[in-house]
């Protein structure tokens, strides 16, 4: 099974900064990875797919990058209604289609 | 409006069953694959099971594997899932999640609400 290292598991950033979360394959997923957000008490929302294609209707402050084992998540500039847990998720060739652990997103 | 129901959750005892259904409305249904992921109180996501939109391809993690069935009718533009020799660790929210494509992979563009399965003596 393909292992999704997801880091840090949790981060405390003020408004306005740039924050970064990492997503590291086990093995090469060429670009099959998407990021979710989940607020608390909701169910998860798709940000990102294949790796850098923004959603329909997600702002553009939400950016990823990356390709074969290595990803990156970026919110350009904080803001509040962007606390909650980020997940990135693999769906290449085979199952299970592993999600990472996730990533705290707090305002300090 | 693109919406998924989900319903059938409930409490029952290690070995037990239940039936989880997923309402889907506002798209075509038949053009997109199904999952199902759970999330177990304060932990993180897990896939559990998908099927490609005609219903003749379905995966399953290695965790429900030979305990768990995925189906979808088409023409009721539901998706089910029946859980057999339930555990206490299959303890979860369950969220049923429309794929973008019509295979079983890929982005889940569309998500339920969740129910809560919960098993327990």
């Known amino acids: 099974d393909i292992q999704m290292t997801q880091s840090p598991s949790s981060l405390s950033a003020s408004v306005g900064d740039r924050v970064t979360i990492t997503c590291q394959a086990s093995?090469?997923?060429?670009?099959?990875l998407n990021w979710y957000q989940q607020k608390p008490g909701k169910a998860p929302n798709l940000l990102i797919y294949?790796?850098?294609n923004l959603e329909t209707g997600v702002p553009s402050r939400f950016s990823g990058s990356g390709s074969g084992t290595q990803f990156t998540f970026t919110i350009s500039s904080l803001r509040p209604e962007d606390v909650g847990t980020y997940y990135c998720q693999q769906y290449d060739d085979l199952p299970p289609y592993t999600f990472g652990q996730g990533t705290k997103v707090e305002i300090k | 409006e693109v919406q998924l129901v989900e319903s059938g959750g409930g409490v029952v005892r290690p070995g037990g069953s239940l039936r989880l259904s997923c309402a889907a409305s506002g798209f075509t249904f038949d053009d997109h694959g199904m999952n199902w992921v759970r999330q177990a109180p304060g932990r993180g996501l897990e896939w559990v099971s998908g099927i490609n939109w005609n219903g003749d391809n379905t995966d399953y993690a290695d965790s429900v594997k030979g305990r768990f069935t995925i189906s979808r009718d088409n023409a009721k533009k539901a998706l089910y899932l029946q859980m057999n020799s339930l555990r206490v660790e299959d303890t979860a929210f369950y969220y049923c999640?429309?794929?973008?494509?019509?295979?079983?992979?890929?982005?889940?563009?569309?998500w339920g609400q969740g129910t809560m399965v919960t098993v327990s003596s």
């Open positions: 999640a429309r794929v973008r494509m019509a295979t079983i992979e890929g982005a889940f563009d569309i």
């Open positions: 093995q090469d997923i060429n670009n099959y």
């Open positions: 294949d790796a850098s």
